[in-house]
């Protein structure tokens, strides 16, 4: 699971890397548009993580119940692989 920032993420060689990354997007619905949700990303990865850890989490389905600070499951990319949740 990747939960580094973009910055931070850009500098691993994933082409050494022999599995699957699962990305993850916070987003902010506000009428029918998603936009960033600025500094609280950091809370969210933390949350995100302590959520993996304390489920013992190993696959995409099992993700989609994390619930923290109001933020649901919406969508899965699959171009991306990337899972996307959302705050109304």
Same mark, same amino acid.
């Given at each position: 699971?990747?939960?580094?920032?973009?910055?931070?993420?850009?500098?691993?060689?994933?082409?050494?890397?022999?599995?699957? $990354?699962? /990305?993850?997007?916070?987003? !902010? *619905?506000?009428?029918?548009?998603?936009?960033?949700?600025?500094?609280?990303? &950091? %809370?969210?990865?933390?949350?995100?993580?302590?959520?993996?850890?304390?489920?013992? $989490?190993? /696959?995409?389905?099992?993700? !989609? *119940?994390?619930?923290?600070?109001?933020?649901?499951?919406?969508?899965?990319? &699959? %171009?991306?692989?990337?899972?996307?949740?959302?705050?109304?």
């Amino acid at each position: 699971f990747n939960l580094s920032s973009n910055e931070y993420f850009k500098s691993i060689n994933i082409s050494k890397l022999d599995f699957n $990354i699962v /990305n993850f997007e916070f987003k !902010k *619905k506000k009428g029918d548009n998603l936009s960033p949700i600025g500094m609280m990303i &950091k %809370k969210l990865r933390g949350a995100m993580a302590k959520f993996i850890i304390e489920e013992k $989490i190993s /696959n995409i389905n099992t993700l !989609k *119940k994390f619930t923290n600070y109001g933020f649901t499951f919406h969508s899965f990319n &699959k %171009k991306g692989n990337s899972l996307l949740f959302t705050n109304e």
